[in-house]
């Protein structure tokens, strides 16, 4: 029978809560911005993470992609800290635009019912 919460969702959500924090307190790099971590998959063998985060200008998303990168190393180190794990995953960040395709898409659906409505009213 299958566990109903393995251990790599466990580990992922912790790591997502401190990569938050260590985000915002910890880099000092002006490349960032504000990236929020949207989700972390971890590997079953617990070796790899995949951090996917979003951004608030999505301008910006090539040169906050590069910072999260540069700054891995120190990320995974300090998240080693407070995990207390003997294995700490590495990190691949990933830029997650979903949530802005998801607004276009929404927008040109309501513009679509709109021209839909003032055709029928004519």
């Known amino acids: 029978m299958p566990k109903d919460y393995p251990r790599s969702e466990?580990?992922?959500?912790q790591i997502?809560?401190?990569l938050a924090t260590l985000v915002q307190t910890g880099l000092k790099d002006p490349r960032?911005?504000?990236p929020s971590i949207l989700e972390v998959q971890v590997s079953k063998d617990l070796a790899h993470a995949r951090v996917?985060?979003?951004?608030?200008?999505?301008d910006n998303a090539d040169d906050c992609l590069e910072a999260l990168n540069r700054a891995s190393g120190f990320?995974?180190?300090?998240i080693g800290k407070s995990l207390k794990a003997r294995i700490t995953p590495k990190l691949s960040f990933i830029y997650d635009d979903t949530d802005i395709r998801g607004r276009q898409l929404?927008?040109?659906i309501?513009?679509?019912v709109a021209k839909d409505?003032?055709?029928a009213g004519q």
């Open 32 to 34: 960032l911005g504000m």
């Open 106 to 108: 929404s927008d040109l």
């Open 117 to 119: 409505k003032v055709k």
């Open 52 to 58: 996917f985060f979003s951004v608030m200008d999505a």
């Open 10 to 13: 466990r580990l992922a959500s």
């Open 110 to 112: 309501d513009s679509a």
């Open 75 to 78: 990320l995974q180190r300090e």
């Open 16 to 18: 997502q809560r401190e």
